[in-house]
């Protein structure tokens, strides 16, 4: 005999019963899913921004500071690099370029980041979308998500990016310094789209921060930019970018670098170590999901247990007529493990759906792509789940396949 219509007259009789146990079980399935997708998709997102930089050099302090302000233009006060640390860069055998990165100024919320044209184009391997990379001071090019237009002119303002939409009593009173005032960019060019924080920046000659900070341009006389410089009037950088020929000259220049006056750190170390400390969290974090989805299990079993043993009557009637012990075993099974699979798959819906929608609004915070998705893990959390429930559906069903028929008639 087919037990379902008795299953599905049973949970339309308790519809209230059965749709809370579906949201309780999707909602302790979904934690999990959630919690391991979203690690999964932002430990990728960071790991492909930090492409770019192979090699960063700072002063000495906080690689982990070095690698937010840098990879990710964190806003953060960094100590500043010697100039002559940048000039032995820039001649040091095994390198194809080293470009200063200085920071400091923004417009309209997107930072102007002050480079060489290596840096801009990674070395040759991006090539402007529109334009041409800056070619002489007063010129900039813009990543793919600056809203500016081939031959617009941007006007820094001092200050981090971050610090855009802050003000204070005084900010209407205050006026910009005559050097910012008077500085002004031109773009001649956009860069392809990177998905990271980079596609919001304005780049411009290294030459031109210096200048509009009122410091010295690494140069002599005539208005030219990058190297080489005159290691006499570089100043300080926040960071350099290096770009090793190879990976036995990443290594060298990374112990080369270390000194005294100067850090080096391979990004994708630093961010290891993030990562280390962000799966320690996620497993601490899967572990109370799975908890929790036990406990749920637990919790809907005997909700449902009281109720298939106030609805003993019924299965005695069941079995009186005719209906064998495993028919109505079967029949119970099948109601719990039914809606234990519904919460399941729905689990596995909203945790996907929050997965996304937490890297949406992460993505807007961090500035580089981030693509949710399934993994083996989270098919394992739900397979388990509905092997839990299973496995688990079989108690009620137990109990009801071995109360006796008179006892069901009869019984309180």
Known sequence: MNPFPIVFADLRRNRLLALVTILLVALALATGIAVISQERALRQGSARAADDFDLLIGAPGSPTQLVLSTVYLQPQAVPLIDGAVLAKATQSPGVA?????????????????????????????????????????????????????????????????GEAHHHDDDDDNKKPDATHAAAHYTVVGRLPARNTIWDTAVLVPIEDVWAVHGLLDGHEGAERIGPPWNPANLPGVPAIAVKPQSVASAYALRGQFRTGNSTAVFPAEVLNELYLMLGNVRDLMSLLAVATQALVVAAVLMALLVGFLARRRQFAVLRAIGAGRAYVFCVVWSEVALLIGAGAILGLLLGVGAASALS?????????????SLGAEELILLGGLMLAGALFAALPAWQVFRRPIIAGLTGP
């Open 97 to 161: 370029y080293a470009a200063p990165i200085a920071f400091g100024d923004h417009w309209q919320g997107h930072p102007i980041v002050g480079t060489t044209a290596n840096f801009a184009l990674r070395g040759g391997r991006l090539a402007p979308s529109e334009g041409r990379v800056f070619q002489r001071r007063g010129e900039a090019i813009v990543g793919a998500a600056v809203p500016l237009a081939i031959g617009a002119t941007v006007r820094p303002q001092h200050g981090h990016h």
């Open 360 to 372: 949406v609004w992460l993505q807007g915070k961090t500035g580089f792509a981030m693509q949710a």
